[in-house]
């Protein structure tokens, strides 16, 4: 992917604070950040096209034979993939472009996109993340368990990222991260 604008993973635990901090930073017009797609389906309040795009599994398996990923991964039973074409557009233009992706997807773009920045964002700790996820209101005590045993694995390949920022607060979170794209953006000119 040859272009002038940055490749930016970000991830980290479901609760840690992905969206609310991706959300900030797409405020800065050098910044966007690529939609997913996703065979899960849609929560409460989530629209097509702005906060996933949802597919059916057919219509992902479809884009999947059509080289039409970044990455995909499966993820407690429903597929998630980052569309290739609208990032390279926007990358051609000059402008970064951040995957809110899971460290499987991390994986998969760092291999395939060895010059991306890799940024895991970290709860403060366990018991915050837990609260948080609860605090949502829209999972079951069977989906919190799972995603906690599933934040202590993702957490422990954290050390795989370029960079770890704690989400303790989202003003310093916001602020860490930009200064880190400031500092990549001129280390590579």
């Not at 050098?30 to 797609?37: D, K, L, M």
């Not at 948080?132 to 368990?145: D, F, N, P, W």
């Not at 957490?155 to 990549?184: F, M, P, Q, W």
């Amino acid at each position: 992917m040859n272009g002038k604008g940055l490749l930016v993973v970000i991830s980290g635990p479901a609760g840690a604070g992905k969206g609310t901090v991706v959300k900030e930073l797409v405020r800065d017009d050098n910044i966007r950040v690529s939609v997913s797609a996703t065979t899960r389906a849609p929560r409460q309040g989530e629209e097509n096209g702005v906060h996933y795009h949802f597919l059916t599994r057919e219509q992902f398996e479809r884009m999947i034979e059509e080289d039409g990923f970044l990455e995909y991964a499966q993820y407690v039973g429903n597929f998630y993939g980052s569309p290739k074409k609208q990032a390279e557009d926007w990358m051609k233009q000059g402008k970064d472009v951040i995957l809110e992706i899971e460290v499987q997807g991390c994986k998969k773009i760092k291999e395939k996109f060895p010059e991306c920045v890799s940024i895991f964002i970290m709860p403060p700790s366990m018991e915050i993340l837990e609260n948080r996820l609860r605090g949502r209101g829209t999972e079951t005590e069977e989906v919190i368990a799972k995603r906690m045993k599933r934040a202590a694995e993702e957490i422990g390949l954290s050390e795989d990222y370029d960079h770890i920022v704690i989400n303790d607060t989202v003003d310093e979170c916001v602020a860490g991260i930009r200064d880190i794209l400031e500092k990549e953006r001129s280390a590579r000119q």
